[in-house]
């Protein structure tokens, strides 16, 4: 479980292709010595495990699913990635509880630039965005954001100057794909109803 508060973003060292899914060579000194193998690590809110580390790196595997379905099956060499590790009993909770589990891609489509400040907006298939809701959460490639406006296919965020510097948000360009993740509770709510029909 993760709370969508991004700790560091780390780079892309390595991309090492197997048979079916392929690994990531991630460097980021910070998170390296602070993790040990068989930890898990959320990687643009995507929760891997780490099965490999030295001083300044740690490497995970990644699936054909997980490469299908999240945008972890563009990063390229030198790709910044947001990294957060796993929360322990105790911890804070400043962002909302993210579990890893991508639900879908969401597209890039609008920046309002206010100076410091932006709104950006995001195209999602129906079915997440029936998920969400003004003022609720969400987490966009692992950042625990607010949820500003709504619609049947789109929803915004405004993301502060911090937001931008410290994660790749920043660097987003119209048209990126990334990964969304919407809040538990909604999923929870929407099987519930989904239940009532089965009687």
Known sequence: MFSGIIETMGKVKAVVPETTGCRFIIEEAKIAVAVQVADSVAVNGCCLT??????????????????????????????????????????????????????????????????????????????????MASKGSVAVDGVSLTLVNCEPELFSVALIPYTLKVTTLGSRKIGDLVNIETDILSKYVQRLLEAKEWQ
């Open 50 to 131: 780490v099965i490999d580390k030295d001083e300044t790196s740690f490497t995970f595997q990644v699936s054909p699913e997980s490469l299908s379905r999240t945008n972890l099956g563009k990063l390229t060499l030198g790709s910044s990635v947001n990294l957060e590790r796993a929360l322990s009993l105790g911890d804070r909770l400043g962002g909302h509880f993210v579990s890893g589990h991508v639900d879908g891609l969401g597209t890039l489509v609008k920046i309002d630039d206010l100076g410091e400040y932006q709104n950006y907006y995001f195209s999602v298939p129906k079915k997440l965005a029936a998920q």
